[in-house]
């Protein structure tokens, strides 16, 4: 993510090939809650720099 002007949101669609669900998103090391299972959409908000995403079906 840009450090400058750094967007205010981002949504960060992830389509698994079987379709299967999200189950838990973890950001930077920490739990991330904002993330919508149906839509496949995982919202990323606030961040800048490197950004590590790691999600579990």
């Known amino acids: 993510m840009p450090s400058r002007n750094a967007p205010k949101e981002v949504w960060l669609r992830l389509r698994h090939p079987t379709s299967a669900p999200i189950r838990g998103v ?8 904002d993330f919508d299972a149906a839509r496949e959409v995982v919202t990323l908000h606030n961040l800048k720099d490197i950004v590590s995403v790691e999600v579990k079906y």
């Open 26 to 33: 973890i950001v930077n090391g920490k739990k991330w809650k």
